[in-house]
């Protein structure tokens, strides 16, 4: 046969943490490259899905979701993002905030439009553009405190440009930004006329008095910015695709009628789950979110500075990226493989969140685990003390 794939899926490559994962499970390892928290599912929220499954509310939605998840994402947007909307015009419910982005970029991008996205990064916003026949460009932030430079970024523009990507708190660097920078991304944005895409996923996991910012709330580009979120971290929910993005109506629409095309809605009861979740859990079930995975991050950075891994520590989000110099390998994979293969813990390489050649010395690993298994983690880490 002469056909073959298509280019555009030519440049998608598998991802270096779904890789991870499968020889993590081939060599019976403990899984820390990949990002779930396998916390318990909150009372409310499993209660909220049931009661719906039991009412019959199992068909499909509106296309931008049910009226109850709407108003109870509004109140929450509000209350906790200082962002006013309304819940007939400016949010749609989406299969995760995987699929609300990937709505954003098919409805908002042409194709070889440029979208600048800060790097390290993470890989489906990278593929997710790719897909959409746009084209990432790179701003490089600096570690320990990951800081970019907005010369930098005016050096990156071109005709073609036509958005940027913010990702606060950011996987993996856990950077959490502030509102100067915010500020100094909104002028540049407004002089440049480009979308925001703000990713806001870890919006919950800030820690050290870190304050999480939307961007979307500088009301100098609240019309330009599509804010993207959901509650499979939050609410340990991973599986079920629940998320959302809320913009302006001049965008809401075309994202709405493309999430309606690829996914047809979010699945209905668990959009009530979420809903009730959303509604009745107290602000002390998002304090203590907080104060548990604090304790994760406190723990495992503190293993990784004894046996000489220094982490960069996060200040937001539940993933650490460490410093591996001294692990045996010439690149990151290579030294990512040598900690699975050697004392079976999985991490992900630092290259798949640069372009080109970035990341060599580092590995990133995901402090989002019971106790037991992160204890387990951190035991075998120090044993490779004596090894390396
Ligand atoms: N955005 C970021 C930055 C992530 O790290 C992840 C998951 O790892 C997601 C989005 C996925 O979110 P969802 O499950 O809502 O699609």
Known sequence: MTKSVSKRSEQIVQSEIRAMSIECDRVNG?????????????????????????????HYTRYDGLPELRNSIANKMLKYNNINID???NIIVSCGATGAFYSACLALLNPYDEVIIFEPYYGYHVNTI??????????????????????ELEKLISKKTKGIMINTPANPSGKVFSKKELKLLADFSIKH?????????????????AKHISPGSLPEIQDRTITISGYSKTFSITGWRIGYCVCDEKWSTMIGYI???????????????????????????????????????????????KIGLT???????????????????????????????????ASVPGS??????????????????????LNDACERLLNLYDRI
């Open 130 to 151: 790719l897909a959409a026949g746009a084209r990432p460009v790179y701003a490089k932030m600096m570690p320990p405190d990951w800081i970019f430079e907005i010369n």
């Open 311 to 345: 982490p960069f520590i996060p200040q937001g989000a539940y993933y650490v990226l460490a410093d591996v110099s001294a692990v045996p390998g010439k690149t990151s994979k290579e030294k990512s493989m040598y900690l699975l293969h050697e004392i079976g813990v």
């Open 87 to 89: 819940p007939e015009k």
């Open 30 to 58: 403990i899984n820390l490259s990949q990002g779930f928290c396998d916390l318990g599912l909150p009372e409310p929220v499993k209660n909220g899905a049931k009661d719906a499954m039991d009412k019959g509310i199992n």
């Open 352 to 373: 798949a969140f640069y372009h080109d050649n970035g990341g060599d010395n580092m590995v990133r690993f995901c402090f989002a685990k019971k106790d037991d298994e």
């Open 193 to 209: 006329d480009l979308f925001i895409f703000s990713d806001e996923i870890y919006e919950y996991f800030v820690y050290d008095g």
């Open 259 to 305: 999430s309606d095309l690829v996914y047809v809605c979010g699945p209905a009861p668990l959009q009530m789950g979420v809903s009730r979740g959303i509604d009745e859990l107290p602000d002390d079930f998002y304090k203590s979110l907080c104060k548990e995975y604090l304790l994760k991050r406190d723990k495992f950075c503190s293993v990784l500075n």
